[in-house]
């Protein structure tokens, strides 16, 4: 994995003065290089504060996958939700994908395939085993029967639509940190 500094230079860690070498060499032992699709890019970012100590923050490069990110859901088919206890999604940049259901927590992979990248595959799912009330244990159903049989998705704004068959979609609001 290589080092750059803020103007993507190479950084050196014999000529990097010692505060900032140390967090630096620590950051490439403990951030994994490689990820379930290969290596994974990171950035790393030096910043010094005003006592002279540094600190090293990395974070994985966003790939031109349009869906990755957090959304929460905000309809199934026509039927609005409510806030409380809401389901989420997040779309990892290497195909995976975990959230909540608003009761219990998922994680699956996923891949798009087709000429446009429009149809939407999802993996088997693993989802926790909690109770909740009957309303949310119904939502959760209905949820992961339409996020596994989702086919294809779109992208409108802030909007994500997936869709699992001509009536049944699922929409999602991005969530913005």
């Known amino acids: 994995m290589a080092l750059l500094s803020r103007a993507n ?16 060499l ?3 032992l403990l ?6 699709a290969g290596p994974v890019q990171h950035e790393l970012d030096v910043e010094s504060s005003p006592l002279g100590l540094s600190a090293v923050t990395a974070a994985p490069k966003q ?15 026509s039927t609005k939700l409510g806030r409380g206890g809401t389901p989420t999604v997040v779309f990892g940049v290497e195909g995976e994908c975990w959230g909540s259901t608003g009761v ?10 087709g ?3 429009d149809r939407l595959v999802v ?20 949820f992961m029967a339409r996020l596994e049989s989702a086919q294809s998705y779109k992208i409108d704004g802030d909007l ?7 009536d049944q979609k699922l929409t999602f609001e991005r969530v913005i940190p």
């Open 115 to 117: 000429p446009g990248h």
């Open 31 to 36: 951030i994994p290089s490689t990820g379930a």
């Open 123 to 142: 993996g088997n799912t693993a989802l926790t085993r909690k109770m909740g009330p009957p309303e949310a244990m119904a939502l959760e159903r209905l």
């Open 9 to 24: 230079q190479p950084l050196s860690l014999l000529a990097t003065p010692a505060k900032v070498a140390l967090p630096v």
């Open 63 to 77: 790939s031109g996958l349009p869906m990755s990110g957090e959304w929460r859901l905000i309809a199934i088919d």
């Open 160 to 166: 994500l639509y997936l869709h699992s068959g001509e």
């Open 26 to 28: 620590l950051a490439t």
């Open 104 to 113: 219990n927590d998922f994680r699956t992979q996923f891949k798009l395939e």
